[in-house]
Protein backbone atom coordinates (compact mmCIF):
# COMPACT_ATOMS: atom_id res chain seq x y z
CA UNK A 1 0.00 0.00 0.00
CA UNK A 2 1.54 3.21 -0.99
CA UNK A 3 0.35 5.16 1.70
CA UNK A 4 1.25 2.81 4.19
CA UNK A 5 5.47 3.06 2.64
CA UNK A 6 4.87 6.30 2.28
CA UNK A 7 3.77 7.35 6.10
CA UNK A 8 6.67 4.40 7.22
CA UNK A 9 9.14 6.45 5.19
CA UNK A 10 8.10 9.66 6.62
CA UNK A 11 8.72 8.32 10.19
CA UNK A 12 12.48 6.88 9.74
CA UNK A 13 12.99 10.04 8.09
CA UNK A 14 12.31 12.26 11.16
CA UNK A 15 13.57 9.50 13.35
CA UNK A 16 16.79 10.31 11.34
CA UNK A 17 17.23 13.96 12.02
CA UNK A 18 17.23 13.05 16.22
CA UNK A 19 21.22 12.67 17.21
CA UNK A 20 20.13 10.37 19.96
CA UNK A 21 17.95 7.93 17.90
CA UNK A 22 19.65 4.85 16.12
CA UNK A 23 17.07 3.11 14.52
CA UNK A 24 17.50 -0.80 15.16
CA UNK A 25 15.17 -2.36 12.71
CA UNK A 26 12.74 -1.98 10.57
CA UNK A 27 9.86 -4.49 9.88
CA UNK A 28 7.48 -4.30 6.55
CA UNK A 29 4.52 -5.94 7.57
CA UNK A 30 1.68 -5.30 5.37
CA UNK A 31 -1.56 -4.71 7.79
CA UNK A 32 -3.44 -7.59 6.33
CA UNK A 33 -0.41 -9.88 7.58
CA UNK A 34 -0.07 -8.09 10.97
CA UNK A 35 -2.19 -10.58 12.63
CA UNK A 36 0.18 -13.84 11.49
CA UNK A 37 3.18 -12.32 11.28
CA UNK A 38 3.63 -9.73 14.60
CA UNK A 39 4.14 -11.98 17.38
CA UNK A 40 7.62 -13.53 15.37
CA UNK A 41 8.54 -10.58 14.56
CA UNK A 42 8.70 -9.04 18.46
CA UNK A 43 10.04 -12.54 19.50
CA UNK A 44 13.26 -11.81 16.47
CA UNK A 45 13.74 -8.09 17.93
CA UNK A 46 13.90 -9.02 21.71
CA UNK A 47 16.38 -11.94 20.97
CA UNK A 48 18.18 -9.73 18.45
CA UNK A 49 18.14 -6.67 20.54
CA UNK A 50 16.94 -7.86 24.15
CA UNK A 51 17.27 -4.05 26.58
CA UNK A 52 18.57 -2.23 23.67
CA UNK A 53 15.00 -2.36 21.71
CA UNK A 54 13.52 0.45 24.36
CA UNK A 55 10.90 2.48 21.50
CA UNK A 56 8.75 1.80 18.59
CA UNK A 57 7.25 3.23 16.33
CA UNK A 58 4.22 1.69 14.05
CA UNK A 59 2.07 3.52 11.51
CA UNK A 60 -1.38 1.86 13.13
CA UNK A 61 -2.60 1.29 16.21
CA UNK A 62 -3.78 -2.22 15.01
CA UNK A 63 0.39 -3.48 14.76
CA UNK A 64 0.06 -2.36 18.79
CA UNK A 65 -2.35 -5.15 19.29
CA UNK A 66 -0.65 -7.89 17.44
CA UNK A 67 2.26 -7.14 19.53
CA UNK A 68 1.37 -6.57 22.97
CA UNK A 69 0.82 -10.22 23.61
CA UNK A 70 4.41 -11.16 22.49
CA UNK A 71 5.89 -8.53 24.58
CA UNK A 72 3.50 -9.85 27.67
CA UNK A 73 4.59 -13.29 27.44
CA UNK A 74 7.89 -12.11 27.33
CA UNK A 75 7.54 -10.90 30.59
CA UNK A 76 8.03 -7.07 29.43
CA UNK A 77 6.60 -4.74 31.99
CA UNK A 78 3.67 -3.53 30.05
CA UNK A 79 4.41 0.03 31.10
CA UNK A 80 8.21 0.17 30.39
CA UNK A 81 10.12 -0.31 27.41
CA UNK A 82 10.03 -1.28 24.71
CA UNK A 83 7.65 1.94 24.38
CA UNK A 84 5.60 1.60 21.63
CA UNK A 85 3.75 4.91 19.57
CA UNK A 86 1.09 4.13 16.91
CA UNK A 87 1.46 6.86 14.33
CA UNK A 88 -2.28 7.00 13.22
CA UNK A 89 -5.67 5.63 14.19
CA UNK A 90 -6.61 5.79 17.36
CA UNK A 91 -8.95 3.42 18.02
CA UNK A 92 -10.67 2.44 21.38
CA UNK A 93 -8.89 -0.33 22.16
CA UNK A 94 -5.42 1.89 21.28
CA UNK A 95 -7.27 4.16 24.37
CA UNK A 96 -7.54 1.25 26.68
CA UNK A 97 -4.11 -0.06 26.19
CA UNK A 98 -2.37 3.46 26.98
CA UNK A 99 -4.88 4.48 29.78
CA UNK A 100 -4.25 1.17 31.47
CA UNK A 101 -0.57 1.23 30.77
CA UNK A 102 -0.42 -1.99 28.83
CA UNK A 103 2.00 -2.18 26.22
CA UNK A 104 1.06 1.20 24.05
CA UNK A 105 2.80 4.31 25.14
CA UNK A 106 1.19 6.89 22.67
CA UNK A 107 -1.15 7.22 19.97
CA UNK A 108 -1.98 9.89 16.96
CA UNK A 109 -5.25 9.51 16.75
CA UNK A 110 -6.69 10.35 13.86
CA UNK A 111 -10.46 11.60 14.42
CA UNK A 112 -13.03 10.18 11.73
CA UNK A 113 -15.41 12.88 11.80
CA UNK A 114 -12.57 15.75 11.08
CA UNK A 115 -11.56 13.52 8.30
CA UNK A 116 -15.46 13.12 7.11
CA UNK A 117 -15.61 16.96 7.19
CA UNK A 118 -12.33 17.20 5.43
CA UNK A 119 -13.05 14.41 2.99
CA UNK A 120 -16.97 16.50 1.80
CA UNK A 121 -15.65 19.25 1.99
CA UNK A 122 -12.09 18.62 -0.54
CA UNK A 123 -14.93 16.75 -2.66
CA UNK A 124 -17.13 19.52 -2.97
CA UNK A 125 -14.46 22.48 -3.96
CA UNK A 126 -12.71 19.81 -6.40
CA UNK A 127 -16.67 19.29 -7.88
CA UNK A 128 -16.54 23.05 -8.10
CA UNK A 129 -13.54 23.76 -10.13
CA UNK A 130 -12.25 25.52 -6.82
CA UNK A 131 -8.74 24.92 -5.02
CA UNK A 132 -8.42 22.78 -2.12
CA UNK A 133 -8.53 24.00 0.89
CA UNK A 134 -5.22 23.88 2.18
CA UNK A 135 -6.19 22.86 5.73
CA UNK A 136 -3.86 20.30 6.80
CA UNK A 137 -4.92 18.57 10.56
CA UNK A 138 -2.95 19.60 13.71
CA UNK A 139 -1.39 16.38 15.03
CA UNK A 140 -2.34 15.28 18.23
CA UNK A 141 -0.78 12.70 20.39
CA UNK A 142 -2.52 11.08 22.88
CA UNK A 143 -0.72 9.70 26.22
CA UNK A 144 -2.04 8.31 29.48
CA UNK A 145 -1.56 11.96 30.90
CA UNK A 146 -3.73 13.47 28.45
CA UNK A 147 -6.41 10.84 27.53
CA UNK A 148 -8.54 11.58 30.95
CA UNK A 149 -9.55 8.29 30.17
CA UNK A 150 -11.10 8.44 27.45
CA UNK A 151 -11.48 5.76 24.99
CA UNK A 152 -11.38 8.63 21.59
CA UNK A 153 -10.29 12.38 20.71
CA UNK A 154 -11.70 14.73 18.45
CA UNK A 155 -10.82 18.07 18.76
CA UNK A 156 -12.76 21.11 18.29
CA UNK A 157 -10.01 22.48 16.30
CA UNK A 158 -10.90 21.30 12.76
CA UNK A 159 -14.54 22.34 13.49
CA UNK A 160 -13.85 26.29 13.88
CA UNK A 161 -11.21 26.08 11.21
CA UNK A 162 -13.74 24.95 8.53
CA UNK A 163 -16.57 27.60 9.53
CA UNK A 164 -13.59 30.45 9.20
CA UNK A 165 -13.06 28.48 5.64
CA UNK A 166 -16.40 28.05 5.17
CA UNK A 167 -17.04 31.93 6.54
CA UNK A 168 -19.68 31.27 9.02
Same mark, same amino acid.
Given at each position: ?66 ? @?? =???? +????? !????? #??? /??? $? ?34 ? @?? =???? +????? !????? #??? /??? $? ?20
Amino acid at each position: MPSAKRKSDLIKKELATCSDVKLLSYQNIPIPEVNRRAIGAVRSLLARYGDKWTYSAAINDLYLQHT @AP =ALRA +ADKDG !AGAPY #TIG /AGD $GDPSAFERINSKRYQAATVPEPLSEQGWQIVDEFNR @AF =AGSP +ASGYV !APVHI #TTA /ANS $GGALSWDSEGYRQAYREIWGR
